[in-house]
């Protein structure tokens, strides 16, 4: 089955203590992005690759990173979480960049995390 | 940046038509998508319209593009308790390889 994966669903953690999220797609996309969602304020892109060793800062990027060491792969890093990281992310991607009739993202489930 | 706004809520009942509103700044934007998400879910593409139409019709859903106004809607027929859920507007912003999204519509249609 076509899909992205997202781990873990869930998370809490305290402040300053580094965490990975990673997420892996299976449809051999070029290009994956990371969105945190927020109430009231919709999708923000963090970051985002347009392929392996390629990434670019989205609208949000600081305290966060990134890799795309392999295609399949794009995990997000929190160095130093802090309380304003708490949010719903997403991690998508597509086939050739965004848009298009034939390039539609596709989501993980998500990952809600806590900093405490 | 540019920027697109929806409203937070609405509610309808079971088997009337909902439409869901989004306006956008990027008078270039090439395509306009509505998402889906339903609980505890990611998005979900429901349809998308290219910028050089009007409407755009598949199944029970309708989508109408005015260009001049800036404005984008979605129409749902018939709406069922299975449509509860936030839908997103989004934008593909020109000249960038992302997606701007409204801040979504939450949908609550009850029997």
């Known amino acids: 089955e076509a899909q992205v994966t997202q781990n873990p669903r869930y998370l809490i953690t305290v402040t300053g203590k580094k965490l990975t999220v990673t997420c892996s797609q299976n449809?051999?996309?070029?290009?994956m992005s990371w969105y945190r969602q927020d109430p009231g304020l919709g999708l923000r892109q963090i970051y985002y690759s347009m392929n392996v060793e390629v990434t670019d800062k989205g609208d949000v990027p600081e305290g966060y990173k990134v890799s795309r060491k392999e295609k399949r792969n794009f995990p997000l890093i929190l160095e130093s979480p802090s309380p304003n990281q708490t949010s719903l992310y997403f991690c998508?991607?597509?086939?050739?960049?965004?848009?298009?009739?034939?390039?539609?993202?596709?989501f993980g489930n998500g990952t809600r995390l806590t900093v405490t | 940046g540019e920027d697109v706004e929806q409203s937070l809520f609405l509610s309808v009942r079971e088997g009337d038509s909902s439409v869901i509103n989004c306006t956008y700044t990027d008078s270039s934007s090439t395509y306009l998508y509505w998402y889906k998400q339903e609980p505890g879910a990611g998005l979900q593409l429901l349809t998308y319209?290219?910028?050089?139409?009007d409407m755009k019709q598949d199944q029970r859903l309708t989508v109408l593009l005015n260009k001049k106004d800036k404005h984008l809607s979605l129409r749902i027929a018939d709406t069922q308790t299975g449509d509860s859920a936030i839908y997103f507007c989004a934008e593909r912003e020109t000249g960038f390889q992302k997606l701007v999204f409204g801040t979504g519509t939450r949908l609550l249609v009850s029997p």
């Open positions: 319209i290219f910028s050089n139409m």
């Open positions: 998508a991607s597509s086939l050739t960049g965004t848009g298009g009739s034939n390039s539609p993202l596709h």
């Open positions: 449809m051999n996309h070029e290009y």
